[in-house]
């Protein structure tokens, strides 16, 4: 059997942080805007919010209970609570997720190593809407120093898995969120003093039922996924650091305020700033990146506050990728050490080698991302898109959904017929919740998915 992980995080504090921590990134500062703004501003945000505590408070549940039982990470936890092999499926889907995420999201990440760069050089001073936009077609114009911008976090995040400093990353966390959420009260306070910020508040927060389309629940369903890292076997790992006595209900609860929170006021930054600024709110992938400096600009302190924003965007992405990357390090580690087999120890070596092994994979998508979204490499396509949108469609609205399907089946009905119950137990639930839970898990949940999945398929003829 593989080591059993008994070390816990030193504060109940610090592992909502880092699983925080882990959750808050590029999904709630750049992704949540420019989806919120291709779908409808108000319209989505109520769908996302729905989307939020029907599948996001149950399956997170679900993944803190799956580590927390079976003190393993996604690569062990399925077979250990099963006692079979029938779920490994699952594990392949996490280790295959992460990797689809992780070509795209460093590309973003270095997209705000640049910007970073950028900001402290005070390249955006001066520039109105149209320079910006043009600044970042010039930045992404440039596939080589894209590609060297995006290898730079893939390093870090490696070397961070290398030295195996997870308690660093536990102290980062700590100060960073905190951080990070007073930078943005104090953007959101700039950006709301500007003429014309209410037609964007009005855009984020008034709902037009009249654009709530099944392609906008879809895309919710998606974001919801992504943005709460769920569906993947991520928080597996969190769960499994759990002390015995962690209420995981109270820690999930915490999770998602966090989470949400920092989207909505990303949003809240974004959008009265782009009817502002003469933005347009469905700019797509680099509505964060025009928008932001023009936000800048603005605030007293203009650099100062620009810089510390791109570097605690920075930071916020690297805790993301570090638990992205360690979903597939330890999946190959460990299906490499075989825990299967009686005598067989975790060698030291095959940490480092797996290390060595996901950050190439990572490299090499991380090219072709770049190569095709640039158009360098046209013939390099996905479904008709290049490979960068092809992966952020893929990862959120097929593959983290299919994961949080099969976690459901899993604990909701496979479990239970086995007579395993990873629920019950000092987790911070009354009877009647874990009545509520068990009823959301087994009939809501995949019922849910199912549907929205047959729609975008074109099948329900909605
Ligand atoms: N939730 C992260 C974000 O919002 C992205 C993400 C998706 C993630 N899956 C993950 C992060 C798994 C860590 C682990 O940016």
């Not at 007579?419 to 068990?438: I, W």
Request: aromatic share 14%; with cysteine.
């Amino acid at each position: 059997m593989a080591e059993h992980k008994t070390t816990s995080f030193s504060s109940k504090a610090g592992l909502v942080l880092a699983a925080a921590g882990g959750a808050v990134g590029l999904g709630n500062i750049w992704k949540f805007p420019y989806i919120a703004g291709e779908n409808g501003g108000g319209a989505f945000l109520i769908v996302y919010l729905l989307c939020v505590a029907l599948f996001g408070l149950p399956l997170l549940l679900t993944e803190f209970f799956i580590g927390k039982r079976s003190r393993r990470s996604a690569f062990g936890a399925f077979s250990a609570l099963s006692g079979n092999r029938r779920w490994q499926w699952l594990s392949w889907l996490s280790m295959l997720t992460a990797l689809v995420i992780m070509s795209f999201y460093f590309v973003v990440t270095g997209w705000c190593f640049c910007y970073f760069c950028e900001a402290l050089t005070n390249v955006f001073s001066g520039m109105d809407a149209a320079a910006l936009t043009n600044h970042f077609g010039a930045v992404v114009a440039s596939p080589l120093r894209q590609i060297l911008f995006s290898l730079l976090p893939v390093v870090l995040t490696a070397s961070v898995l290398w030295f195996d400093v997870n308690k660093g990353i536990e102290r980062l966390s700590k100060i960073l969120l905190p951080l990070l959420l007073l930078m943005m009260v104090l953007m959101a306070g700039s950006v709301l003093m500007l003429d014309g910020s209410n037609v964007g508040m009005r855009f984020f927060f008034q709902t037009d039922f009249s654009k709530i389309t099944p392609s906008v629940i879809l895309e919710a369903m998606g974001q919801c996924f992504f943005s709460l890292s769920i569906g993947m076997g991520a928080l597996i790992t969190y769960g499994a650091y759990m002390p015995k006595n962690q209420n995981v209900a109270a820690t999930s609860i915490q999770v998602i305020v966090l989470d949400t929170l920092v989207a909505i006021l990303a949003g809240i930054i974004i959008f009265p700033a782009v009817f502002a600024f003469g933005f347009s709110p469905a700019e797509g992938p680099q509505l964060v990146f025009v928008v932001l400096p023009a936000v800048f600009g603005q605030m007293s302190f203009a650099w100062f506050c620009g810089v510390l924003f791109f570097a605690l965007l920075c930071i916020a992405a690297i805790t993301s990728t570090i638990s992205l990357m360690e979903v597939a390090v330890a999946f190959i580690c460990e299906a490499s050490s075989r825990p299967w087999s009686k005598n067989a120890k975790a060698h030291p070596l095959n940490r480092h080698r797996s290390v060595l092994l996901v950050s190439a994979i990572v490299c090499v998508m991380v090219v072709m991302c770049v190569m095709s979204y640039t158009g360098q490499w046209p013939w390099l396509k996905l479904f008709g898109y290049d490979l960068f949108s092809a992966f952020d469609q893929l990862s959120s609205c097929v593959m983290m959904p299919l994961g949080a399907l099969g976690m459901a089946l899993f604990v909701g009905w496979y479990l239970p017929y086995k007579g395993e119950k990873p629920y019950s137990g000092e987790n911070g639930f009354r009877r009647a919740g874990t009545k509520v839970y068990m009823l959301v898990l087994r009939w809501l949940v995949p019922i849910a998915i199912v549907l929205i999945f047959l729609n975008s398929l074109g099948l329900l003829g909605v």
